[in-house]
């Protein structure tokens, strides 16, 4: 007889878990926090992290479709023209929209810097830097980000610190550049 209530089924893994704490005060369930004060530096970052983005004026937490570079028609533009930033750890290739629109982020990571576990973590670094502070990278430009080689060993705090060193040139780098041919001849020193 399926379905009959005199079957008794085995009790729930949280009832379980009750009766394992009630029995046993040392259950790992029972115990206290270790580090009560490292997730309340934790959860007040978070707190202030987001009352500046609501101060800004910008309460978006999500990276949309719109905020990536997904063509690689404009990867290669980005690349080919324009203006380039070394960091340690990564080329930043920044480049002026002409239509406006928000900041785009494009991020290559090749086989030389890592496996596919590194190199999907660059990325996941690079776009939440670039999620939580856009404010580190110029208005209405492309910005392509290629990896390193020892890129993969970075996180969080190692990216955001590199973004920030490289602000001068990320600031400077939307603004357009003179044409490019021969340098100018210094002095004159030669023969008529």
Same mark, same amino acid.
């Given at each position: ?8 089924? %085995? ?7 009750? /009766? /394992? ?11 206290? *926090?270790?580090?009560?004060?490292? =997730?309340?530096? +934790? *959860? ?18 999500? /990276? ?6 997904? $063509?690689?028609? *404009? !990867? ?10 070394? #960091? ?9 929209? %002409?239509?406006?629109?928000? #900041? ?5 990571? #090749? ?12 990325? $996941? ?5 670039? $999620? =939580?502070? $856009?404010?580190?990278?110029? +208005?209405?430009?492309? +910005? ?8 993969? #060993?970075?996180? !969080?705090?190692?990216? /955001? ?6 602000? =001068? ?7 357009? =550049?003179?044409?490019? &041919? ?7 020193? &030669?023969?008529?």
């Amino acid at each position: 007889m399926m379905g009959s209530a005199a079957t008794t089924c %085995p009790p729930k893994r949280r009832t379980l878990r009750v /009766l /394992l704490s009630a029995a046993s005060p040392t259950h790992p369930s029972m115990a206290p *926090d270790p580090k009560p004060e490292a =997730r309340a530096l +934790v *959860d007040a970052s978070i707190v202030d992290a987001a009352a500046a983005r609501v101060e800004r004026g910008s309460t978006r937490e999500t /990276l949309r479709p719109d905020d990536r570079l997904k $063509r690689r028609v *404009d !990867f290669r533009r980005v690349q080919s023209s324009g203006r380039k930033i070394h #960091t340690p750890h990564f080329v930043l290739a920044v480049l002026p929209r %002409p239509e406006g629109g928000p #900041t785009r982020l494009g991020i290559t990571v #090749t086989r030389k810097v890592a496996g596919a576990v590194g190199r999907n973590r660059v990325k $996941r670094v690079m776009r939440e830097v670039f $999620r =939580r502070h $856009r404010e580190l990278f110029p +208005v209405a430009c492309d +910005v392509v980000a290629i990896a390193k080689e020892s890129a993969h #060993t970075l996180g !969080f705090a190692d990216v /955001l610190a590199e973004i920030q060193s490289a602000q =001068r040139g990320l600031s400077g780098a939307h603004r357009p =550049r003179g044409p490019r &041919g021969p340098a100018p001849r210094r002095g004159g020193g &030669g023969a008529p």
